[in-house]
């Protein structure tokens, strides 16, 4: 059974830090594309950040350069989403993502249409 388990989301003060992660089961992260999206009570899924599986570059969106990284653990079979000085609009579920076809690489190009593999999703809260 292939799956992806979030966790490390909570409530934190404008400003502060959280780390998601995003266990693989079932299969190998290795070489594939690793993303995490984000959706926002009334918005659309949108992506927030992605490594290529090809050559591992990454991808942010421009409303949380600088803030927020990117990584992954291949030995551990598991992503992450190191945030940093977050503010009231980085509330969202937050969800890790893998696209199916394990040669799909163009992070810029992700969209919550492609068939993907999904995590469950885990809230962030923002507020002072």
């Known amino acids: 059974q292939l799956q992806l388990v979030e966790s490390g989301g909570g409530l934190v003060q404008p400003g502060g830090s959280l780390r998601l992660s995003c266990a693989a089961s079932g299969f190998t992260l290795d070489s594939y594309t690793v993303a995490w999206f984000r959706q926002a009570p009334g918005a659309e899924r949108e992506v927030v950040s992605c490594i290529a599986g090809s050559d591992g570059s990454t991808y942010y969106a421009d409303s949380v350069k600088g803030r927020f990284t990117i990584s992954r653990d291949n030995a551990k079979n598991t992503m992450y989403l190191q945030m940093n000085s977050l503010k009231s609009e980085d509330t969202a579920v937050y969800y890790c993502?893998?696209?199916?076809?394990?040669?799909?690489?163009?992070?810029?190009?992700?969209?919550?249409?492609?068939?993907?593999?999904w995590g469950q999703g885990t809230q962030v809260t923002v507020s002072s």
């Open positions: 993502a893998v696209p199916r076809h394990r040669r799909w690489d163009y992070c810029p190009g992700y969209v919550p249409q492609l068939s993907s593999y």
